[in-house]
Structure formats: structure tokens, C-alpha cells
């Protein structure tokens, strides 16, 4: 059974940073993206960024870009979110995300990834 795990969040002021952890366990990883999404209130659910478990190629939207890095441990089947320079409008519920074969140009839709985690909370006050 594949489980993804988040951890990390909590409350910070703007300008502050946050690293959030995705423990992913139940199957081999290879030839999936991993990826991070939020949900904002009032919002739909949106892309952050992603990662190949296999290569560490990276992909970002274009608002996190320079402030956060997407990483992976493939020894502990971990990947991480560090998120620095962080602002207001970055506060929303952080989800980790696996995909298989998920194709670049489609990389932001909730529909190319078959498991989710639950959820963490980030909160960025002004």
C-alpha cells in the first residue's frame, strides 16, 4: 500500500523559510515524478513543483521559482520542499504527490498523479 507522508509545516512570518518532507513508502519510486501541490481557501488546487525520482530533474511554477528547491533522498525515500523568502500568498495546504511516467507538458495536473498524501498546513503572516 503506498503511503506519502508530509511533515514540515507550521507557522512562519513573511520572508522566513520552511522545509517540508514527503516520507513515500509501499512501491519502488523509480520512473515516478514526485511532486508538490497546494490548496489555498477559495482556491483550486495548484502545481509547485516536481522532480523525477530517478534523474532529480526538477520543475517549478513560475511564482516559487529562485524561493523554493525540490529535493530527493532515493536512499530514504524522502523528497523535500525548502521554501525561503516566503510570502503571504504562499500560505495554503501542502500536498505531495506521485506520478508514473507523468509527461513535462502536463507536470501541473492533479490528474497525472495516482497518490496523494494528506496534507500540511503552511501559514506565512505578514
Known amino acids: 500500500q503506498v503511503q506519502l507522508v508530509e511533515s514540515g509545516g507550521g507557522l512562519v512570518q513573511a520572508g522566513g523559510s520552511l522545509r517540508l518532507s514527503c516520507a513515500a513508502s509501499?512501491?519502488?519510486?523509480?520512473?515516478?515524478?514526485m511532486g508538490w501541490f497546494r490548496h489555498a481557501p477559495g482556491k483550486e488546487r495548484e502545481f509547485v513543483a516536481a522532480i523525477t525520482w530517478n534523474g532529480g530533474n526538477t520543475y517549478y511554477e513560475d511564482s516559487v521559482k529562485g524561493r523554493f528547491t525540490f529535493s530527493r533522498d532515493s536512499a530514504k525515500n524522502m523528497v523535500y520542499l525548502q521554501m525561503n523568502s516566503l510570502k503571504p500568498e504562499d500560505t495554503a495546504v501542502y500536498y505531495c504527490?506521485?506520478?508514473?511516467?507523468?509527461?513535462?507538458?502536463?507536470?501541473?495536473?492533479?490528474?497525472?498523479?495516482?497518490?496523494w498524501g494528506q496534507g500540511t498546513q503552511v501559514t506565512v503572516s505578514s
Open positions: 509501499g512501491r519502488t519510486f523509480s520512473n515516478y515524478f
Open positions: 504527490a506521485a506520478g508514473l511516467g507523468v509527461p513535462i507538458t502536463t507536470l501541473g495536473s492533479v490528474d497525472e498523479y495516482d497518490y
